[in-house]
């Protein structure tokens, strides 16, 4: 498949140049076709009976497997969610953590990880985002360590395999910004969230949890997909690997769709988007923007411009070229994909430039 014909799938691309998937991802045809079916089925046939039933079971799985192959993960070390914010919730609440224990994260977090710590009665150790930092602030209460593997601010790439094996503490990883963006293997990373509406280029509202040993880890959140026998107080038998984990019912036509997503993607995805990172950090010119100098570049590209960010977004926005800020940072963010063309860079330069 040529790089314009894997382009052609989405229709928005020939109108402005979207370089904003580290919040949402462009869709193809073939996504919003394949949840088109699902709800056309839905509405013809209902949402009833055991066929239908076990036709979504079908589809979850399929949808787990599509998402443990992209990490190199056994699919039933994978749980569904409806975003990464799920996923580090569930891991926080499951450890049972109290006031005598301490998580070790970084400046750099997102509220979707973040929250979760901030509800968790542990005691929490902010670093700033370096590896010898990370490392430096483990303790003997550290019960985890919670950091994101691609900062949502500058867009650096931690090494957080080398982070686990070097300090022995588990690890929690936010993946929003790297699963489907880079290469991620889950390999050596105890709990690893996924976003599908980002970079994989899914539908909203879904994610992954990926769970090394899932009989560890103690459900927290308990949904009905949590056990396979219950009792009349409440007490269960928890299903099977990491389904136990699952906190939501997924529409079928949202699970056909990120699945489809995650099939159609190029094999040469992560090389050019790794190219066309690197050449917009080229393009941007000294003067009016200072780059983010990141020692780990990913596909996130930040930039500190002259003006106010808003400004800058605003006028990107106008001219078709869509970017976001980053809040109380001054920086404004350019998510570079796969489908990211020349042109789009060179528009986005102009604008920069101007």
């Given at each position: 498949?040529?790089?314009e014909?894997?382009?052609?799938r989405?229709?928005?691309?020939?109108?402005?140049?979207?370089?904003n998937?580290g919040?949402?991802g462009?869709?193809?045809?073939?996504?919003?076709?394949?949840?088109?079916?699902?709800?056309e089925?839905?509405l013809?046939?209902?949402?009833?009976?055991?066929?239908?039933?076990?036709?979504?079971?079908?589809?979850?799985?399929?949808?787990?497997?599509?998402?443990?192959?992209?990490?190199?993960?056994?699919a039933?070390?994978?749980a569904?969610?409806?975003?990464?914010?799920?996923?580090?919730a569930?891991?926080?609440?499951?450890?049972?953590?109290?006031?005598r224990?301490?998580i070790?994260?970084?400046?750099?977090?997102?509220?979707g990880?973040?929250?979760?710590?901030?509800?968790?009665?542990?005691?929490?150790?902010?670093?700033?985002?370096?590896?010898?930092?990370?490392?430096?602030a483990?303790?003997p209460?550290?019960?985890?360590?919670?950091i994101?593997?691609?900062?949502?601010?500058t867009?650096?790439?931690l090494p957080?395999a080398?982070?686990?094996?070097?300090?022995?503490?588990?690890?929690?990883v936010?993946?929003?910004?790297s699963?489907?963006?880079i290469?991620?293997a889950?390999?050596?990373?105890?709990?690893?969230?996924v976003s599908?509406?980002?970079?994989?280029?899914?539908?909203d509202?879904?994610?992954a949890?990926v769970?090394?040993?899932?009989?560890?880890?103690?459900?927290?959140?308990?949904?009905?997909?949590?056990?396979v026998?219950y009792?009349?107080?409440g007490?269960?038998t928890?299903?099977?690997?990491?389904?136990?984990f699952e906190p939501?019912?997924?529409q079928a036509?949202s699970?056909?769709?990120?699945?489809?997503?995650?099939?159609?993607r190029?094999?040469?995805?992560?090389?050019r988007?790794?190219?066309?990172?690197a050449?917009?950090?080229e393009?941007?010119?000294?003067?009016?923007v200072d780059v983010?100098?990141?020692?780990?570049?990913?596909?996130?590209?930040?930039?500190?411009?002259?003006?106010?960010?808003?400004?800058?977004?605003?006028?990107?926005?106008r001219?078709?070229?869509?970017?976001?800020?980053?809040?109380?940072?001054g920086?404004?963010?350019v998510?570079v994909?796969w489908?990211?063309?020349?042109?789009?860079l060179?528009?986005?330069v102009a604008?920069?430039?101007?």
């Amino acid at each position: 498949m040529t790089f314009e014909e894997a382009r052609a799938r989405f229709p928005v691309l020939t109108r402005v140049a979207y370089l904003n998937a580290g919040t949402f991802g462009p869709l193809s045809r073939a996504t919003i076709a394949a949840a088109a079916r699902e709800t056309e089925r839905d509405l013809h046939e209902g949402r009833v009976g055991l066929p239908w039933y076990d036709h979504v079971s079908a589809l979850r799985q399929a949808a787990r497997e599509e998402i443990a192959g992209l990490v190199g993960a056994p699919a039933d070390h994978v749980a569904l969610t409806a975003s990464t914010s799920d996923g580090c919730a569930i891991v926080v609440a499951g450890l049972g953590l109290s006031a005598r224990d301490e998580i070790v994260t970084t400046t750099d977090e997102h509220f979707g990880l973040l929250g979760a710590l901030g509800a968790s009665p542990a005691r929490i150790v902010v670093v700033p985002p370096e590896p010898e930092r990370i490392v430096a602030a483990v303790g003997p209460r550290t019960r985890l360590i919670a950091i994101s593997q691609v900062l949502w601010t500058t867009g650096d790439t931690l090494p957080v395999a080398e982070i686990r094996a070097s300090t022995g503490i588990p690890l929690l990883v936010d993946g929003a910004q790297s699963v489907g963006a880079i290469p991620v293997a889950a390999d050596g990373i105890d709990f690893l969230t996924v976003s599908g509406q980002k970079w994989l280029c899914g539908p909203d509202a879904t994610g992954a949890l990926v769970v090394a040993e899932p009989d560890t880890l103690p459900v927290a959140r308990p949904s009905y997909f949590s056990q396979v026998a219950y009792e009349p107080d409440g007490s269960f038998t928890p299903r099977e690997g990491a389904q136990r984990f699952e906190p939501n019912w997924i529409q079928a036509g949202s699970l056909a769709a990120l699945a489809t997503a995650i099939r159609e993607r190029p094999e040469w995805a992560f090389a050019r988007a790794a190219r066309q990172a690197a050449r917009v950090r080229e393009l941007l010119p000294p003067v009016p923007v200072d780059v983010a100098g990141v020692p780990r570049p990913s596909t996130l590209v930040s930039f500190r411009p002259r003006t106010a960010a808003a400004e800058v977004v605003a006028a990107l926005a106008r001219a078709g070229v869509v970017v976001r800020e980053i809040p109380r940072t001054g920086l404004v963010r350019v998510s570079v994909g796969w489908w990211t063309s020349d042109d789009d860079l060179d528009r986005l330069v102009a604008i920069v430039a101007a």
